[in-house]
């Protein structure tokens, strides 16, 4: 039986969900609730995810995700390693977390992103213990339940600042109570719209699930195990990345990959091997004889000074410019 694809491509939306072994918990306190969050950050921070929503069960969490890099592999495998982790470490526990692999739905953002959000965000009263009680009781218990985006998105709380909460508001005119009473107006009907994604791994209109079936899958259909379906992404030589670079910071070649080189030309060089080359952090910081966490910190200071100095994003503009004319 063919495994589901894992479809990837620029800009793509997504409805992913993973849960805990044999069903077992994967929160134990607040503490592991915290931990997954700032984890989810610091990850989301690495890849350059945008997080949409979220929400933590106790043995299993939700997450609607938008990936600009076609990168969602990645930064899944990235987080559930760091939170498995942390978690058999603090608990004194060895073996998997997870039960399989994570799920992911392609989402039409069109037609389902603000249904997704509101799965996601009506989650905790999608609960046995929950199931008798009445829709106000239900409400109420929405409005206070601390381990989701919702009190993000429906009132003046900014909780997590790292939430991309436009995407949704942007369907309600930016209007939390509108976005609010459309969440609210789902908890006596509550739809699941997972369900039309099995099989394809995709949520959409017949329109948007052809599409992608032709640009993105393609030829992938026909094999019996699936393995990543992902846009034709024209990378770019790591050898050319390299060149370019040094060249518009008049080094001699091979600088940047001197292990004793430092400063602004070798981050930014860092940066666009991984927007550009194709290349993970892992595989830059062997390429750059450097670990994996040196090249997470240089890309991180890089893009702070792309936003606070000009000169810096003139010439990465510059440099990016060049590289697409071939």
Same mark, same amino acid.
């Given at each position: @039986?063919?495994?589901?694809?894992? $479809?990837?491509?620029?800009?793509?939306?997504?409805?992913? /969900?993973?849960? #805990?072994n044999a069903r077992a918990r994967i929160f134990l306190n607040d503490y592991d609730r915290k931990t997954f969050i700032?984890?989810?950050?610091?990850?989301?921070?690495?890849? %350059?995810?945008? $997080?949409?929503?979220?929400?933590? @069960?106790?043995?299993?969490f939700h997450l609607v995700v938008k990936t600009p890099l076609a990168n969602l592999q990645e930064f899944m495998r990235h987080f559930n390693i760091s939170y498995t982790s942390f978690f058999n470490k603090r608990h004194k526990r060895a073996g998997h977390l997870y039960q399989g692999r994570y799920k992911s739905f392609v989402i039409d953002a069109d037609s389902y992103l603000p249904e997704a959000s509101r799965y996601v965000h009506l989650n905790p009263l999608r609960v046995k213990e929950r199931s008798d009680a009445s829709p106000s009781g239900n409400k109420a218990y929405l409005? &206070?339940?601390?381990?989701?985006?919702?009190?993000?998105? /429906?009132t003046g709380q900014r909780r997590?600042?790292?939430l991309a909460l436009s995407e949704i508001l942007g369907y309600f005119s930016g209007n939390k109570k509108s976005y609010a009473r459309f969440v609210e107006s789902g908890i006596t009907r509550m739809v699941n719209p997972l369900k039309q994604g099995k099989g394809l791994g995709i949520i959409g209109d017949k329109p948007f699930i052809e599409r992608i079936?032709?640009?993105?899958? &393609?030829?992938?259909t026909s094999r019996r195990e699936q393995p990543t379906a992902k846009k034709i992404i024209s990378h770019i030589e790591p050898e050319r990345v390299l060149q370019m670079t040094a060249?518009?910071? %008049?080094?001699?070649? #091979?600088?940047?990959?001197?292990? #004793?080189c430092k400063g602004i030309a070798r981050s930014m060089a860092m940066e666009l091997l991984y927007r550009h080359g194709g290349m993970n952090g892992r595989e830059i910081g062997d390429l750059m004889g450097v670990d994996y966490s040196a090249v997470s910190v240089a890309r991180k200071r890089f893009r702070a000074s792309l936003a606070s100095d000009k000169n810096i994003l003139r010439l990465m503009k510059k440099i990016e410019d060049r590289l697409s004319q071939g």
């Open positions: @039986m063919a495994r589901p694809l894992r $479809i990837q491509y620029e800009n793509a939306y997504y409805h992913v /969900t993973c849960r #805990g700032d984890l989810l950050q610091r990850s989301k921070e690495i890849y %350059q995810v945008d $997080i949409i929503a979220f929400v933590l @069960m106790s043995n299993h409005k &206070g339940y601390p381990w989701s985006s919702y009190i993000d998105y /429906t997590y600042p790292f079936m032709k640009q993105v899958i &393609g030829p992938f060249e518009s910071f %008049q080094l001699p070649p #091979g600088e940047l990959l001197r292990k #004793g």
